[in-house]
C-alpha cells in the first residue's frame, strides 16, 4: 500500500511538472511564425489585416481562464505597440472555430474564443500598454477540418474607443520577416486610393 501512495505521488508530481512545461513553451520571446507589427498610436487610427495560419500541437486551454484550442509554441505575430493608444482591438475571422491567446507586455495572459455570439475571437483593450505583444490564433475543433492549420484572417485595430470601427480602413504599418519565415508565404491586404 505505500509503494502505491508513492508512485501515486510520483506520478501527480510528474503530471504537474509536464503541464509547467507544457504552459512555459508560449513566451513573447519566441521568434513568431508570421513576423513583427509595428503600430504606432501616434499616426491616428490604423488598421492592419493579414492571413496567417491558426492552429499547432499545445492546448491553450492550460495558459488560464478563456483560453481554448491548439496554438502552436512560437506565437502567430508579434506587435509592438507604441504609448498613448486609446483601444487596441484584435479580432481573427475564418470559416472555422479559432480563439485567440495574447500575452501582454506585462506577461499577463488573454484568451477569447467566441465573440458576439459567434465563433471569431475579438481581445478589446482599453488603454493598451506600449510595448510587445505576443498573439497566438488557435484552432478550437477538429471536426472543422482535417486537423491541418486554418487560415484566418487577423486584424489589428488601433482605434478611438468610441468611434465605428467600419470607419477604419487599412492603414500603412511595418511588418518584419525573418529569414526562413513559416508558413513560407503571407497574404497582405492593401487599399489603394
Given at each position: ?191 489603394a486610393n
Open positions: 500500500m505505500h509503494r502505491q501512495t508513492i508512485m501515486a505521488a510520483s506520478l501527480s508530481v510528474m503530471a504537474l511538472v509536464a503541464l509547467a512545461g507544457h504552459a512555459s513553451a508560449q513566451t513573447a520571446n519566441d521568434d513568431p511564425t508570421s513576423g513583427i507589427l509595428s503600430l504606432d498610436p501616434a499616426q491616428g487610427p490604423q488598421r492592419f489585416d493579414m492571413s496567417i495560419t491558426a492552429g499547432g500541437d499545445i492546448d491553450a486551454d492550460d495558459l488560464g481562464r478563456d483560453c481554448a484550442g491548439d496554438i502552436s509554441d512560437a506565437p502567430s505575430l508579434r506587435l509592438r505597440y507604441g504609448s498613448g493608444g486609446d483601444t487596441l482591438r484584435i479580432i481573427a475571422t475564418s470559416n472555422t472555430d479559432t480563439s485567440l491567446v495574447i500575452q501582454t507586455p506585462a506577461g499577463d495572459w488573454l484568451c477569447n474564443d467566441d465573440a458576439m455570439g459567434g465563433l471569431d475571437p475579438i481581445i478589446s483593450l482599453s488603454s493598451p500598454a506600449a510595448g510587445d505583444y505576443a498573439i497566438w490564433v488557435g484552432r478550437v475543433s477538429s471536426f472543422w477540418g482535417s486537423g491541418d492549420a486554418e487560415p484566418v484572417e487577423l486584424t489589428l485595430l488601433d482605434i478611438d474607443g468610441d468611434a465605428a470601427t467600419r470607419r477604419y480602413l487599412p492603414t500603412p504599418a511595418t511588418l518584419e520577416l525573418s529569414a526562413g519565415f513559416q508558413p513560407s508565404e503571407i497574404g497582405i491586404h492593401v487599399t
